[in-house]
Every structure is written in C-alpha cells, then in structure tokens.
C-alpha cells in the first residue's frame, strides 16, 4: 500500500471532483477510508466527511468487516445503495436548532425596588436614614 502524500503538496484532484471521485473508486472495488487516502491523496478525516455525504445520498454505504489482521474490523465502503451495518447510535439524525422560546421578565426593576440585597445593607428605596 502507498503512503499518503504530503498536506503541503496540492492535491490532484480537485474538492469538487472528489465526490466522482471516491465513487468510481468504490464502484471498481471495495475499500477503507486508509486505502481510498494514500489513492486519493486527501485526509481519512476529509474522507470520512464525503463518504458520510454520499452515504446520506444514498450514493454509498458502509459496511463493517473483518480485517485482514486478527480480531480486527473495520469499515468497507461500497457504491451504490445498501443496507448499511451502522450501529443505531451513530446513525444520521436531525438536530433541533432552535432553542425553546422563553418570556422575559419585565417588572423587574420597578421604581422604587431594590434588590434584596441591597436593601439588606443599604435599607429600602425611598427610606431615609
């Protein structure tokens, strides 16, 4: 297996063209993220990143093998729609980005309050010493 090249080195294909890319890649034969870097020339995280897109697609999917060490697994990409093995808990989910809506209290400081502190040491407003 080939090393991946150098980050300062520009890569030779563009971010564009990775999309197409990673799929006529996984679309000849099978791989992992390590494999499809030291071809491609891009980060495993960078990777990992377009292939989540394109399994979302429904372009890919992924499935989790053993590998040729012992006790080992890992994922294997594949073209094309499939049934993936992704565990429930890191499956794709929406997120609620809005914040639950809250009234704001507007009677407080009224005239001629203090906070409770305040008064503690200072005595009440409008009191005079």
């Known amino acids: 297996m080939t090393k991946p090249r150098k980050s ?4 030779l294909i563009p971010l564009a063209q990775l999309p197409a890319a990673l799929l006529r890649t996984i679309q000849i034969a099978p791989r992992t993220v390590k494999e499809l870097s030291a071809l491609v020339g891009y980060s ?10 394109l399994e979302e697609s429904g372009d890919a999917h992924r499935i989790l093998t053993a590998h040729r ?3 080992v697994r890992c994922w294997m990409w594949y073209f094309g729609a499939g049934e993936s093995t992704l565990p429930r808990k890191y499956a794709p989910r929406t997120i609620k980005a809005e914040a639950p809506r809250r009234r704001i209290r507007s009677n407080y400081p009224a005239v001629d309050r203090r906070d409770p502190l305040v008064s503690a040491l200072f005595g009440f407003a409008g009191s005079v010493a």
Request: aromatic share 0%; hydrophobic share 30%.
């Open 69 to 71: 060490t012992p006790g």
């Open 8 to 11: 300062n080195q520009p890569h």
């Open 44 to 53: 495993e995280a960078e990777l990992r990143r377009q292939l989540i897109l």
